[in-house]
């Protein structure tokens, strides 16, 4: 039997059970299974593998993947759906540490296999080497065990700018005399994964979104930087539509956010202190209680919800969820408008909102609901900002001036739910809270809305 | 036994390879919904854990004691991502499966 041709043969299926599998997600119908058949093609493309007449040990392969199997099944059953964002990182990671190790073994057996070969040698170790360092610090900051806040200080730039220097030059070095050039090797290693936490560190959380597409596509140009490196179809293929994946949600976060990648990459949002520049917000806030929020809510005919990070946070969306029920109840008209980039990925309020059953008919975009958020009686702002701040429309001097927003203002009346006065993620002040037509109902967000919940089930 | 080093006409093969396969993701992916960002995200994710053919490869071939130390860190670490990825998308495309209303009690 020609195994050779066995296994290219699976790679081929499996190739084709990937693009399909894509293809179904494009309705939520669908997803699922196609999720189920880009599983079956990647436990097709590992196990033809195994067939490879090349493979003689089997032990610590074996031993390999069943212990990686049992963590990862473990890690993706026991996560809650409100730590999503953090998994999807450190999951990242590991898969670029994966190609990285890969690139390493190619080059420790074969080091006079030629320029090119060398070549995407470097770049499995130098991409691979910063998605994962990269994705451990996002994790850390989305798990909060790293501050949120952008890391800054003098010179960064600059440092960054010589290290990626540093790297090149190690790297034209290491490909003129790859057999003797271990040492530059090692460096390289060491140097790509300081690279990732030092492009990582000055990203705010509220750019996370950012942050998670673009490791996602670098993970997968790492695996095909590893593909080229072993002479691996399947690698090269998976890897590519991994890329573009990245690249592609990378572009939809920095439209939302009216701002260009290298903006987010560079520009330490956040952290940057303003001047007096700004106008001064006019107006004082207007707290309500629970009680006087129900009265206006049972008197609404539309109501939308908009939800940001403070509804993960306070994993309030099932008595969100049930909240939104008692008003379907009484014939009110009941949306939940998603931002973009509310929460810390791409699709994250989705995710929350579709655990706690809300049917994705009633998640309305920002561009639709803007459409016809004059009709609306009320929106409630649930532990959102930066993503409803009128700054974005009226003040040429913010931060955040041009970004597009779920324009509650224009609505008639505006509830905000939030912990205290404190300034969103861009620190800035949002002149939202001081609208005339706008009401601030302070505390946790779950509590909040249970309390509502609660005034509906007296009457 | 030494890993096969590729030729010039398999070079260009693979490089053909590598630019179709990119206009094919971009293709299929532009079309994903943004309500479904984050399961697109995680199942891609789970894709890019496919260096675990490439580290099966390592770890298996006896090309010496450190390639099967670093083969098989990597076997662990792909295999981590390969099923942690897929385990956690099916979990959430679960939940989009639901049908409106089916929630409620």
Known sequence: MNFILIVNGTYIVAAVLFIYGLKLLTSPVTARRGNLLSAVGMFLAVSATLLNEEIIDFRWLLIGIALGSVIGALFARLVKMTQMPEMVALFNGFGGIASLLVGWGAYHV???AGLFVMTTVFLAVLIGGVTFSGSLIAWGKLSEVLPGRPI???GQTLLNGALVVVILIGGSLFLS???TGYPIFLGITLLSLVLGVMVVIPIGGADM???ISLLNSYSGIAACAAGLAITNNILIVAGAFVGASGIILTNVMCKAMNRSLYNVLFGGFGAVTKGGAEADVEGEVKPISAQDTYYILEAASAVAFVPGYGLAVSQAQHVLKELGDLLEEKGTEVSYAIHPVAGRMPGHMNVLLAEADVPYEQLIEMEQINR???SIDVCVIIGANDIVNPAAREDTHSSIYGMPIIEVDRSKTVIVLKRSMAPGFAGIDNRLFYKENTRMLFGDAKESIGQIVAEFKNV | MDPQVC???CLICMALILVLSIFIGFEVISK?????????MSGSNAISGITLVGA???????????SLVLGTLAVVFATVNVVGGYVVTDRMLQMFQKKPGEGKE
């Not at chain 2, 994903?32 to 697109?40: A, D, E, F, I, Y």
């Open chain 1, 110 to 112: 074969m080091p006079l």
């Open chain 1, 152 to 154: 800054l200080f003098r």
């Open chain 1, 177 to 179: 005399a790859p057999e």
């Open chain 1, 209 to 211: 979104p950012v942050v």
């Open chain 1, 372 to 374: 016809r958020i004059g």
């Open chain 2, 7 to 9: 030729n010039e006409a």
């Open chain 2, 32 to 40: 994903v919904p943004s309500r479904l960002h984050t399961p697109l």
């Open chain 2, 56 to 66: 099966v490869i390592a770890a298996g071939s006896a090309w010496g004691t450190m």
